[in-house]
């Protein structure tokens, strides 16, 4: 019986870290510096020709958010945003909707705290693509380490006028505790500018989602690269 016992055991720890192993592959996935998100009424400009710009600039992840256009014009404005962002090498997220990206073939979809539940995403997608999840306070931090996500959202940081929000701004506080706390990789956002981006990598964040700081730019791809090398200088020191 004891044997038996150890057996099961022993299997079991295997299978534990096998998934850990596997969840931990697709969270290194989750680190990018800059987290671009494509907003047309930022930009004052096509989805395609924004993300265009912001990937000659080197961003390495691009997330579709656009909550008025239709799902057909989503679907004809995301297979353009898939071909593109394979042809540069990188990954491509859809916000709030796991039925586009599945249809897209995205790499993966970036959830609100009252879209789908992460579990029924994960079902849609299935176990390879990327789940991110927005957190504003500790108890939702911790939640998320619970459920089949791979990276977090936190904020907002700071005041935005991108996105009316009912959390208020959470500050590098949030963000601090986050790093040390979760195991989640972190995408920092709200009102991040090109000088914030020092204080806000220094708390922990792993990544920065800019919206207006990129996209209102009258160079978008040459502001990217120059954001690209702020963060990775704060991230290496």
Known sequence: ????????????????TENKDNKSESRRRCVWGIYAILDARAAG???????????????????????TSTFEEL???????????RDHGADFIVNDNPYLARELDADGVHLGQSDFPADIAREILGPEKII???????PQAL???????????VGPVYPTRTKVSEWPPVGTALIRWVRHAISLPMVAIGGIT????????AAG???????????????I?????????????????
């Open 143 to 153: 939640a998320a380490q619970l459920l089949p996500v791979d990276y977090i959202g």
């Open 205 to 219: 964040a792993h990544n920065v989602a800019m919206i207006r700081e990129l996209l209102t730019a009258g160079d």
């Open 221 to 237: 791809a040459d502001q990217t690269r120059r954001l690209r090398a702020v963060f990775e200088r704060a991230a290496s020191e």
């Open 194 to 201: 090109g000088e914030r981006i020092v204080d806000v990598v």
């Open 75 to 85: 679907m004809d404005i995301g297979r353009g945003l898939r071909r593109m962002t």
């Open 1 to 16: 019986m004891n044997i038996e016992f150890s057996t099961v055991i022993v299997g079991f720890m295997a299978i534990m």
């Open 45 to 67: 400009r096509p989805h395609l020709e924004a993300a265009r710009a912001l990937l000659e600039g080197g961003a390495a992840v691009i997330q579709l958010r656009d909550k």
């Open 132 to 138: 991110g999840l927005s957190t504003h306070t500790k």
